[in-house]
């Protein structure tokens, strides 16, 4: 399918499908009932997992959408995700987990880059998958990643990299060849390795802080605490006009404030934490000194009020009418019966406390995704109509609540030193280190192992020797070496470790014969192409055609002749020009050169000037042979070292080969 005719994803956003791998025929009624079904099951079997997750922009929903434009019918939706790339993968998982469960239906999922999947695992694809070759070949069925195959002489299944499968016939291939389409090995790997650590992550990427809000605030975020997320998109994404309202903070007054525990998560508390902000003195806001043992409470607690009230302050106040309960919703009842069924309670008696809890966490879930229409409020709106709703606060109980706080996260993850990133470029360059990182390691392991402080000590210093021992500058030069002399394709230079690709195979005589042509070698021949083979000519006709070969044949071989000594004439003028320049000097010798010159060899050096007398014997000897290896890594040495740490050309050429060099120590 022509580019231009693929419908644009929006920037930050992820888009996700569903299908019913076998459709069973039944009619478009029938169909919508079963897929709208479907829904709800599926929304109840992940909702554990939503429940408990704060999104940045937009949650996980589902709906159904009918047959469009050749797409069969299917159940999906779209999330903006924003800042919070992790919103995205956690998608992902979750649709890992709803195939599993539902081996009927399988799953594709894209953003505004594309196949997101395949740029995950790009060192592992085949040749011909390419962001033109992979329109609809990729799925995630039965908890696996699948791509629909080229056929190839080994096996016939699959669809030509020049055609466009359908989604019928995509969808009709995977039904039939399931272990076809599997993907290889390596490529669900790197992608196992992107999802590692969920469902913890859910967890463990949330952050607690203590904040000082005021207690409307409080009141809204107790019952909704996936509230914090659009309150502190408001505040990072200000503008002069949206702080007017912060003037005179009329839904949340500052005399109000109390302590609280607010749970982030991690990208949203680094948003909060790392922006500079200076309240208006008109605010009611007053700060303590920054000295204050609890100054990052109230900096953090008023940023987040100023979301709040910017937020609110685009809303208008809700309507006096009650909303209707959400069990006259008929979907609220099966809804309730699919989480039952998948142990969302956990055995909780119905009426306790606990059960309570997770009935009002299921009631917002249900009118978020489940119940949501395109009328839905604004998270504005929602915070009006929850301080509408709620009993009014008690302040004092909020006072008292204060000593009773958990202990708040340490946000020492803010902080990455430069020995942290290089670790963490390596671990996504899939562990492609030269053996000087595996020595560093190896050492840093055998340091946790403890001992007298002198024995770590010790066992430092060694480890340092054995870390510099282990950078070779002979891997540089043979790097470079093994780039150059590497065949790579018209599509680009390729590394040398792609042990993905296929190695390049070529012949040797052909690619020298047609050297020599485009050269115009001695040894220039026409190529039998350029000979007429038509055997019913006459015996004449054949001798003057091999008169002319002989002919052009000599007219060749004089015009290779006459170029190669032209470029032999070429080359020794700029050798006599650049004698009399001092540009020799910025070259290292190799060491016979260097020990004959210091013996008192008679051959002048390169500032000399040009030779009065001696013709091309003495020329010979006036130039020098060079040290090619020690003159590449003292030249890429130098530019590392001008880098002053920083990223540049250098840097990224030797990351790209795989050859890792220590930071430069020498302050000299």
């Given amino acids: 399918m022509d580019a231009l005719q693929r419908r644009v994803v929006q920037e930050d956003m992820v888009q996700y499908k569903l299908f019913l791998i076998q459709p069973d025929g039944s009619t478009s009624q029938q169909s919508e009932e079963h897929l709208t079904h479907l829904v709800e099951e599926v929304l109840a079997k992940v909702a554990p997992l939503l429940i408990q997750y704060i999104w940045q922009h937009q949650s996980f929903n589902l709906k159904y959408h009918p047959e469009k434009g050749g797409v069969p019918a299917h159940i999906g939706g779209s999330t903006q995700f924003g800042d919070n790339v992790e919103d995205e993968w956690f998608i992902v998982y979750l649709l890992q987990q709803i195939t599993e469960a539902f081996p009927e239906l399988a799953a594709r999922i894209e953003d505004n880059d594309g196949e997101f999947l395949l740029i995950e695992a790009a060192d592992y694809l085949p040749k011909w998958l390419n962001p033109d070759t992979s329109e609809n070949r990729v ?80 009141t809204v975020l107790a019952q909704r605490p996936d509230l914090v997320a659009p309150a502190v998109s408001s505040f990072y994404l200000r503008d002069p006009v949206d ?8 839904t949340f007054p500052p005399d109000t404030r109390v302590l609280t525990s607010v749970t982030f998560t991690r990208c949203l508390y680094a948003q909060l934490q790392q922006q500079q902000f200076n309240q208006d003195r008109r605010s009611g806001f007053t700060m303590p000194p920054r000295s204050h ?31 209707a309960p959400i069990s006259c919703n008929p979907q609220w009842k099966g809804f309730m019966d699919s989480l039952k069924k998948n142990n969302y309670f956990r055995g909780e008696l119905e009426g306790s406390v606990r059960y309570r809890e997770l009935t009002r966490s299921a009631e917002n879930f249900f009118k978020q995704s489940v119940a949501s229409t395109s009328s839905a409020s604004s998270p504005g709106e929602e915070v009006l109509q929850l301080l509408h709703s709620c009993n009014p606060f008690k302040l004092e109980e909020l006072k008292k609540q204060e000593s009773q706080l958990p202990q708040e996260d340490s946000d020492s993850w803010l902080d990455i030193t430069a020995q942290d990133l290089e670790r963490m470029l390596q671990e996504r360059s899939g562990g492609r280190a030269d053996a000087g990182s595996q020595n560093s390691r190896s050492t840093k392991q055998r340091q946790h192992v403890g001992g007298a402080k002198e024995r770590r000590k010790e066992e430092t210093e060694d480890s340092k020797e054995e870390e510099e021992a282990g950078y070779s500058l002979v891997a540089v030069s043979q790097g470079m070496k093994n780039f150059l002399s590497a065949m790579s394709s018209h599509e680009g230079a390729e590394l040398p470790w792609s042990s993905s690709t296929q190695p390049f195979s070529f012949d040797p005589d052909s690619m020298a014969n047609a050297l020599d042509r485009v050269l115009g070698s001695k040894e220039d021949e026409l190529d039998s192409d350029d000979l007429s083979d038509d055997d019913d000519e006459e015996d004449d006709e054949g001798e003057e055609r091999e008169e002319k070969e002989e002919g052009s044949s000599g007219h060749a071989e004089m015009n290779g002749t006459e170029t190669l000594d032209g470029l032999r004439a070429y080359m020794d003028q700029m050798d006599q020009e650049l004698m009399s320049t001092n540009i020799g000097q910025s070259f290292n010798l190799t060491n016979c ?75 000299s």
């Fill in 293 to 323: 043992p609890q100054y990052k409470a109230h900096e953090l607690g008023m940023k987040l009020a100023h979301g709040f009230e910017i937020m609110c302050s685009k809303c208008r106040l809700p309507s006096s009418e009650p909303d």
């Fill in 593 to 667: 050169n260097k020990a004959g010159l210091g013996n008192g060899s008679p051959h002048p050096s390169a500032t000399d000037g040009l030779p009065t007398n001696g013709g091309a014997e003495e020329m010979e000897e006036e130039i020098q042979p060079l040290d090619v290896d020690l003159n590449l890594v003292t030249n890429l040495l130098e530019s590392l070292s001008c880098q002053a740490g920083l990223a540049g050309p250098t840097s990224n050429l030797l990351q790209s080969l795989g050859i890792h060099l220590p930071p430069n120590s020498d302050p």
């Fill in 139 to 218: 799925f995630f069925y039965r908890g696996h990643l699948h791509i629909l195959p080229c056929p190839s002489k080994s096996s016939p299944v699959g669809v030509s990299k020049d055609v466009v499968p359908s989604m019928a016939q995509a969808l009709a291939l995977l039904s039939t060849h399931p272990e076809a389409c599997q993907a290889s090995p390596k490529i669900c790997s790197a992608l196992r390795k992107r999802l590692e650590g969920y469902p913890e992550k859910i967890t463990t990427g949330l952050h607690r802080a203590h904040c000082f809000i005021p207690a409307g605030i409080a």
């Fill in 243 to 250: 702080l007017q309202a912060c003037r005179s903070f009329k």
